[in-house]
């Protein structure tokens, strides 16, 4: 010490007179508010969540929300033992949403908390892997599905189960159930609707499925499960369009993925699994683990997971119950349909999904019609300037050459930011229009956008490195399904 006071200013302060340390362990430590305040600020150039309308998380929660989430910050879910009352609020939620899902049997049925719906996913598709193998299944297994979330393409890489992925034909934008029964055989250890498309938001039919399924079973004797990826769905269609048999009313439906943080409402880092009865999930993925004191079941891929997300789901349910949630998604789509309203008024535009309950989830899909030169990437590009982040992607295999946009609406988005995005649409396109791209962008140009672009490594360039990778690995092991292309625009 001199003598000279030291800076008390968090800008004077040693540490932040020269760059953070990027490469390499850094040797020396710097104060807590100067670490703070260069991590706080990097952050600055992240969009504003709230305007992300290509994601289908949770953006907003109450502040009652914040204060659970934040009085947890220390407690592992895994330790159930410890922390029984955790543990109990994630049973409660597990047995109300099997009664939200009509389980026959909802208080004595089995599920869990996870990570989110990709965990999830892979859990149900594991239990259907291993009943199928206990039903005497000896072949390489395969699943049937459509258009999927990239979750359901990493379990068939993880899991070495082949991904049976129906071709999008003619105008239909979801599995067609007719498409069905030419793609199972005996080895097909279930098929996957989506409830709430990834690329448009619509609702698969998850009841034409189930029929197509019977039918297959009373000509060819295949019994074939579903798994419901019901990751937006499974918390819009219960509340708003109940007339909608997707969930364990339908008897072949035997387990239901949903993510609490996108329609439920809860923080990040929430997701459910849920199986219609006990006897649907396998024992061998239940583990018994004693060396946390007592004898605690856990079925999940992860171990030790925060345990504020599932406390912060329970206090959702109780606080909102399904008048509430009723409220708060209505409300969500209500303001969904007056944005689409506004672009069928304001552009070429010809809607795919228009926030209609009964149709899918509480977003909106176009494409531009007819012979207008408007490129959905330029626009997509144009409406980042004012803070937008929507994104646009081509639709999947067999109908690439429609390129779509999609606004995903949440919980928090209003009636007011609707007025203000049409108003920058329209601005958006009349500079588009004024002065028009030499070259339009394309989707490789839009791929930063929700994608790390200023990653030492590219997204992009890792992912073709892996698939070359995986490619290669592929043609020298024997026959296997040609691994479906990631799409960018998937959340
Ligand atoms: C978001 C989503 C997933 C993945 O869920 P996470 O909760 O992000 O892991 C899977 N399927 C569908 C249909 C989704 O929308």
New binding site residues.
């Given amino acids: 010490m001199t003598g000279i006071l030291e800076p008390d200013d968090v800008f004077a302060m040693p540490g932040i007179k020269h760059a953070a340390p990027k490469r390499g362990f850094p040797e020396h430590e710097i104060f807590p508010q100067v670490a703070y305040q260069i991590v706080h600020d990097e952050l600055l150039l992240d969009g504003v969540a709230r305007m992300n309308l290509a994601t289908?998380?949770t953006t907003w929660v109450d502040d009652q929300a914040r204060r659970l989430m934040n009085e947890c910050l220390d407690k592992n879910i895994v330790d159930k033992d410890e922390y029984p009352q955790t543990a109990e609020l994630e049973q409660r939620c597990v047995h109300m949403l099997a009664d939200l899902w009509n389980s026959p049997d909802a208080m004595g049925t089995l599920g869990t908390s996870t990570?989110?719906?990709?965990?999830a996913?892979m859990l149900g598709g594991l239990a259907a892997k291993f009943r199928w193998r206990k039903r005497g299944g000896t072949g390489i297994p395969n699943f049937v599905c459509g258009p999927?979330?990239v979750?359901?393409e990493k379990f068939a890489r993880y899991f070495d189960v082949e991904i049976r992925q129906i071709p999008l034909r003619g105008d239909r934008y979801t599995m067609n159930p007719d498409d069905i029964a030419a793609h199972c055989d005996e080895n097909t250890i279930m098929v996957v609707p989506?409830f709430?498309?990834?690329f448009t938001g619509l609702f698969e039919d998850v009841e034409g499925i189930s029929k197509a399924l019977d039918e297959l079973q009373a000509t060819t004797g295949l019994d074939i499960p579903i798994h419901v990826?019901a990751?937006?769905g499974g918390f819009l269609a219960p509340f708003c369009a109940p007339e909608i048999c997707w969930d364990f009313r339908l008897p072949r439906v035997k387990s239901i993925?949903a993510?609490g943080?996108?329609t439920g409402l809860a923080p990040l880092g929430a997701?459910w699994a849920i199986w219609r009865t006990a006897e649907d999930l396998p024992e061998e993925l239940i583990f018994n683990v004693d060396y946390l004191g007592g004898n605690m079941p856990t079925f999940n891929l992860n171990f030790s997971r925060p345990g504020g997300q599932a406390i912060t789901q329970y206090y959702d349910f109780i606080r909102l119950g399904r008048v509430g949630y009723r409220n708060v998604q209505n409300a969500i789509y209500t303001a969904g349909q007056h944005l689409a309203k506004g672009l069928t008024e304001s552009g070429p535009f010809e809607l795919i999904h228009d926030s209609d309950p009964k149709h899918g989830i509480t977003a909106v899909s176009w494409k531009v019609y007819g012979k207008s030169k408007l490129n959905l990437y330029d626009l997509s590009d144009r409406l980042r300037t004012r803070g937008w982040l929507i994104a646009a992607y081509p639709l999947p295999a067999d109908r690439e050459d429609v390129t779509i946009m999609r606004a995903v609406l949440r919980h928090g988005f209003t009636h007011d930011m609707a007025d203000l995005l049409i108003a920058d649409l329209n601005r958006s396109m009349k500079v588009l229009d004024k002065h028009p791209l030499k070259t339009s962008l394309t989707r490789e140009d839009a791929g930063g956008f929700t994608h790390n672009a200023n990653a030492l490594v590219s997204t992009a360039d890792l992912q073709a490195k892996v698939k070359a990778q995986l490619d290669g690995h592929a043609k020298s092991s024997s026959k296997k399904a040609k691994p479906a292309k990631s799409k960018s625009g998937k959340?």
């Fill in positions: 289908f998380c990570t989110g719906s990709s965990e996913a999927v979330q979750c359901w989506t709430g498309q990834t990826d990751a937006s993925n993510s943080h996108k997701g959340k």
